[in-house]
């Protein structure tokens, strides 16, 4: 009865706190995927992004990571916009680095939970995760019942589509787990079709070092390959395709969150002011923004890829 109750606490206080859907599953080893983060990384599909090769086993195991591990709760926020920047020929940004960084938004309401959780049940132990430690989050999140992962490698969930972030506190706390949904991909490859860099190898397996957003968010590199020269479908900072075109997102809802809303001078940049974006202008634009992990030259020189 008492794992029953704290269970209702827990997915109540993530709605309250504004989380738009809450799932739960056992801490356990992730078999399953054990075996394709391997070979994943066996065909270096992660790129320069050695750090996916750290921590192996405790990307599989969440009680490597919180001691006496028992449950994981996962959350998904929505980021979803109907605004658009105003000039069609300007660099795109995706939209979820419209607004504030998501790693800030999230974190303050984990902090707030975990605090909540510990004033209410007691003795909990645990940790909050949004996207910074060795998590497997969409594993986490299809187990725990918050949808599929697509074809696309993105969370799917039936009532709202992909435009989420995915968090989760590892609890030492023994909580009602919920079990995993069906895949409703069915014979669909919009995605697939879409990819302007043909990332997305085969159903359900993304070559990362392909993919639009590590090219203009991860690789660190002064300049870009030049196989991609023209391919990049003028995103400057992340990419949107393999979402907008998936039949699932239309059914997506606009998010509640403030923090997200996009700065308005943002939204109004020409495709001139783009490229002759001063260091000033960007620390002032991106003051709390996801966009700072390019830095300014880095997001320069995505700029001048898709310019010069």
């Keep these: 009865m008492q794992r029953i109750n704290h269970t209702k606490f827990i997915k109540e206080k993530a709605l309250e706190l504004g989380f738009s859907y809450c799932g739960i ?8 995927e054990a075996q394709h983060l391997e070979t994943w990384l066996k065909r270096s599909y992660n790129g320069k992004m050695s750090y996916m090769e750290n921590h192996f086993d405790k990307r599989l195991d969440p009680r490597l990571l919180v001691d006496g591990a028992k449950s994981v709760v996962s959350l998904l926020l929505n980021y979803q916009t109907d605004e658009l920047q105003q000039d069609e020929s300007a660099p795109k940004l995706s939209k979820y680095a419209f607004g504030e960084d ?3 938004v999230i ?7 975990l605090e909540d959780i510990q004033s209410v049940i007691g003795e909990v132990s645990g940790r909050v995760f949004v996207d910074s430690a060795p998590v497997m989050d969409k594993a986490w999140a299809k187990k725990s019942g918050l949808g599929w992962v ?19 506190l590892i609890l030492d706390l023994e909580l009602e787990a919920d079990g995993p949904i069906k895949d409703y991909c069915g014979t669909c490859t919009r995605c697939i079709d879409a990819c302007p860099t043909d990332a997305i190898v085969e159903p359900y397996v993304v070559d990362g070092s392909k993919c639009i957003s590590y090219l203009t968010i991860e690789l660190k590199d002064a300049i870009l390959p030049t196989e991609f020269k023209g391919k ?16 699932w997102n239309r059914f997506a809802k606009k998010h509640q969150e403030p923090r997200f809303n996009p700065n308005d001078k943002l939204l109004s940049l020409s495709q001139t002011d783009w490229k002759e974006l001063t260091n000033e ?4 634009l991106f003051k709390l ?4 992990r390019t830095k300014f030259d880095g997001l320069q020189r995505n700029i001048e890829f898709l310019t010069e």
Aim: one cysteine or more; proline letters at 3%; glycine letters at 4%.
């Design 281 to 284: 202008v960007f620390s002032e």
């Design 232 to 247: 990049m479908d003028n995103w400057m900072f992340g990419c949107d395709v393999c979402q907008d075109v998936c039949p």
């Design 25 to 32: 599953s056992k801490a356990n080893f992730l078999e399953d």
């Design 102 to 104: 998501y790693h800030y």
């Design 150 to 168: 697509g074809k696309n490698s993105n969370l799917i969930h039936p009532k709202q589509g992909s435009f989420f972030f995915i968090a989760e």
């Design 289 to 292: 923004s996801a966009v700072k």
């Design 107 to 113: 974190k303050d309401k984990l902090k707030v939970f």
